[in-house]
């Protein structure tokens, strides 16, 4: 706005100087700290939900393929290694492999449990599911040897209460059924910690050799992928749905979280607008504000009017007033949001319950520059700005006679 100078002048005058009624500078300081208190909110809580959702994308894809391939015929199981060649060639896949799952119960001389079994090759251990990052105590199961050899997470050894060393009795579904159950006895090669309890407390790996074994040969494989970049997977898994239909189809990360990620983007949108609410009291604040000045300035106002100058530049002085009054509280709220989100990104603050709760067992913080920047602040103002007009309208729209006899 390119105002002349005596209307910055006036506007600050009017901002700054005493008041008769000593109570407009009181409602004007509460203006400023509801938009500061706002913004800081809003900007907080946007960082931690964004940095919850990466985070928790960054945990579903720590231990688990990009994109999964898998048979979608009943023949298809015998060209798996010829789709995983086909798959792996596709831009953007840095890491491929076999895989097979299967529900179990986990039984030792402590304890049962139930788990998701994933059989691997050599390949998917290391250049898809990377178990030796994750390894918390114990070594990787030998994918080549004959004896039968997994990797529990470290939630579910304690269920259990094994160690590396101990031997585990698995039970699948399929040998319940059976009269006789089939069951296979696996020595504990090692313990993984990704540090998402629903991961570490119901996941284990073995050697995909292995597990057809004691399924049965006749058990499905498929394949699975690490891409470059993860959010690029759709498109990767588009791809291979091309390539390899109509005996396989392909599903990706992404659509397989779509309702966990679609919640939590809605949640972010709804808090937005809630807190956006803090902003819009404190806007209105400035509304009583400059209502209450326009009422105790209104000889003065009547003097401007009748040395000319036109209304329009007279609503100006007190939009500008209003603005000046948000821009403090915006840019307060700046920066104290931005000084939470650093404080609790250097001294995370620890949940109750840990992960076994909200998946993650630390608050964590994102920060979106363009969004805590740009478009919180700048709709933080434009509210106090709408918040403005009318008192602005009341004090153009005064009839200088009148003002003039008001006092």
């Known amino acids: 706005m390119n105002l002349p100078p005596y209307e910055r002048w006036l ?223 759709p498109s990767i898994a588009q791809a291979a749905r091309k390539a390899l239909a109509p005996r396989f189809t392909a599903r990706d990360w992404l659509s397989l979280n779509r309702n966990l990620f679609f919640a939590i983007r809605t949640e972010k949108a709804v808090m937005f607008l809630i807190l956006l609410t803090i902003v819009t009291v404190a806007a209105l604040n400035i509304t009583s504000s400059l209502i209450m000045t326009v009422m105790e300035k209104t000889r003065a106002i009547g003097v401007l009017a009748t040395l000319g100058v036109p209304p329009a530049r007279i609503a100006r002085i007190f939009i500008l007033q209003g603005t000046l009054v948000g821009a403090v509280g915006v840019g307060a709220g700046v920066l104290v949001g931005l000084a939470v989100c650093a404080f609790i990104a250097v001294y995370p ?17 994102r920060m979106n520059w363009w969004l805590d920047l740009a478009v919180i602040p700048g709709v933080a103002l434009a509210l106090c700005v709408a918040a403005s007009w009318y008192p602005a309208r009341q004090a153009s729209h005064l009839d200088p006679v009148e003002a003039v006899r008001y006092e």
């Open 11 to 233: 506007a600050l005058k009017l901002l700054l100087r005493a008041h008769r009624q000593r109570f407009i500078p009181v409602v004007a300081v509460l203006a400023v700290a509801g938009v500061a208190l706002g913004v800081a909110a809003l900007i907080v809580v946007i960082a931690v939900m964004s940095g919850f959702e990466r985070d928790l994308q960054a945990k579903i894809t720590a231990m688990s393929a990009h994109v999964w391939v898998q048979p979608a015929m009943a023949d298809a199981d015998a060209g798996t290694g010829g789709a995983l060649a086909t798959a792996a060639a596709l831009p953007g896949v840095n890491g491929s492999g076999l895989y097979a799952s299967t529900q179990s119960l986990l039984q030792s001389s402590r304890g049962s449990t139930g788990a998701v079994l994933f059989g691997l090759d050599a390949g998917a251990a290391r250049d898809v599911v990377d178990l030796g990052r994750h390894l918390a105590a114990g070594r990787l199961p030998d994918f080549s040897g004959a004896a039968p050899e997994i990797v529990l997470g470290t939630e579910l050894a304690q269920s259990l209460g094994t160690f590396p060393g101990d031997v585990v009795l698995l039970l699948t579904a399929r040998s319940m059924a059976q009269t006789i159950p089939n069951l296979l006895r696996v020595r504990v090669a090692g313990l993984f910690e990704v540090g998402m309890y629903e991961y570490d407390a119901h996941t284990a790996y073995l050697p995909l050799g292995t597990l057809r074994r004691f399924l049965g040969h006749g058990t499905p494989a498929g394949a699975i992928l690490r891409v470059s970049d993860m959010f690029r997977a």
């Open 349 to 365: 603050l620890q949940l109750p319950g840990g992960g076994s709760v909200y998946y993650l067992s630390t608050l964590p913080v």
